[in-house]
C-alpha cells in the first residue's frame, strides 16, 4: 500500500496517540481517586467496558488519519496497449474502383473505424507508402489526429511493401530502418507491444525488399497484419496517362503476415473492411495501476467513530 501525503498520516496518528496517552492518564487518575477515596476500582472487564467508547474513537481518528493521507493499493490491470502502425498504400493502384467508392477509399474508411475502435492506451501512427514510406502520423494517442490524416491520404506512384513495412519499424523504433548490404537483417531491438497493419491491394512493383523487411519486423517480435483491399477479378485503373490492369495479390499480403505471425484479412467491398478492426489481435499487457482506498477507510472511521459515541452515550449519558 502506498500513501499520497505521509505529513497527513503523521500528523493524525499523533493526534490519536495523544488522545490514546490522554485516555490512559484519566483511567489511572481515576483509578488512584478511587483508591484514596477506600472504594474498590472496577474489574478488568467492567474497566475496559467503561472506555470502549473512548478506545472506538481514538480508532476511528486513527484510521481516518489513514484516509486523509490518501492509501492506495497497487492492483495489476490488464489492457490493450503498444503502438499500432496504419501502413496505407497510396500508389495509383489504389484509385480502382472495384471495390467502392475505390480502394484507398475503402481502406480509409476502414482505417478510420480502426482507430475508432481502439482505445486510449494504444499509440497509433499512420505511415504513407508509394514506392518509398512517408510518415504521415507519428504514433499518438490521440487518435483525431490520426483520423485526420488518414483522411488526407491520396494515391498517386508505384507500390513498395517492403519500404511500406521499413518506414512502419522506423515510425516504431523512431530512428531510421534500413536494410544491411546484400539484404542482410539488422537488429533494431524488440518491440513485442508493437503492430503494423498493412491496407494494400499487395501489388509490389518495386519487386524487392518484402520478404527481407518482414524478416526485420520478424526479429524485432513486431507482427504485421494485412488486408487485402481490391477483387482477384480485378479492373483497370488509369495511372499518369495509362491504362492498367489491376487485382487484388492476396499470396503477397499472406506471405508477409504470415512471415511475422501474424494474418491476413481480405476483404472484397467496404462493408467487410469495416469490420476488420474487430479481427485484429492486440498484444494485452498487464501494468499495475493504483487503487484508491480512502473510500474504504473513511467508512470504516465513521463506524468506529459512531460505535464510540454510542458506547459512550449508553455509559455516560453523555456524548464526551
Not at 494494400?200 to 523487411?213: H, L
Request: some cysteine; glycine content about 12%; hydrophobic content about 50%.
Amino acid at each position: 500500500m502506498s500513501i499520497a501525503d505521509p505529513a497527513f498520516l503523521a500528523v493524525g496518528l499523533l493526534v490519536a496517540l495523544a488522545l490514546g496517552w490522554a485516555a490512559i492518564v484519566v483511567t489511572r487518575r481515576r483509578t488512584a481517586a478511587l483508591a484514596l477515596a477506600g472504594v474498590a476500582p472496577d474489574g478488568w472487564w467492567r474497566g475496559r467496558g467503561r472506555m470502549a467508547g473512548v478506545w472506538c474513537t481514538i480508532a476511528g481518528v486513527a484510521v481516518l488519519a489513514v484516509a486523509v493521507a490518501g492509501p492506495a493499493a497497487s492492483v495489476p490491470v490488464s489492457h490493450a496497449s503498444g503502438t499500432v502502425i496504419l501502413a496505407m498504400d497510396v500508389s495509383g493502384s489504389m484509385a480502382a474502383t472495384d471495390v467502392a467508392p475505390s480502394r484507398l477509399g475503402a481502406a480509409k474508411q476502414a482505417a478510420v473505424s480502426f482507430v475508432n475502435a481502439q482505445p486510449s492506451t494504444v499509440n497509433i501512427g499512420v505511415v504513407a507508402f508509394q514506392q518509398g514510406g512517408l510518415e504521415a502520423a507519428l504514433p499518438t494517442a490521440d487518435h483525431a489526429t490520426v483520423t485526420a490524416a488518414i483522411r488526407r491520404l491520396q494515391p498517386g506512384g508505384g507500390t513498395s511493401l517492403g519500404q511500406a513495412i521499413l518506414a512502419s519499424l522506423s515510425a516504431i523504433t523512431h530512428k531510421t530502418v534500413v536494410l544491411g548490404a546484400n539484404g542482410a537483417i539488422p537488429s533494431i531491438g524488440y518491440w513485442p507491444s508493437a503492430t503494423i497493419v498493412i491496407f494494400s491491394d499487395g501489388q509490389d512493383e518495386s519487386g524487392t525488399g518484402d520478404a527481407a523487411a518482414a524478416a526485420v519486423a520478424q526479429k524485432a517480435g513486431v507482427h504485421i497484419d494485412t488486408v487485402g483491399v481490391g477483387t482477384a477479378a480485378g479492373t483497370t485503373v488509369e495511372v499518369e496517362g495509362y491504362h492498367l490492369f489491376t487485382a487484388l495479390d492476396e499470396a503477397a499480403l499472406t506471405s508477409i503476415s504470415q512471415a511475422t505471425g501474424g494474418a491476413y484479412h481480405p476483404a472484397s467491398d467496404a462493408s467487410q473492411l469495416n469490420g476488420i478492426a474487430s479481427s485484429i489481435n492486440l498484444r494485452l499487457t498487464v501494468t499495475n495501476e493504483p487503487l484508491p482506498l480512502a473510500g474504504a477507510f473513511i467508512g470504516l472511521a465513521l463506524v468506529l467513530l459512531a460505535a464510540g459515541a454510542l458506547l459512550t452515550v449508553a455509559r455516560t449519558g453523555r456524548v464526551v
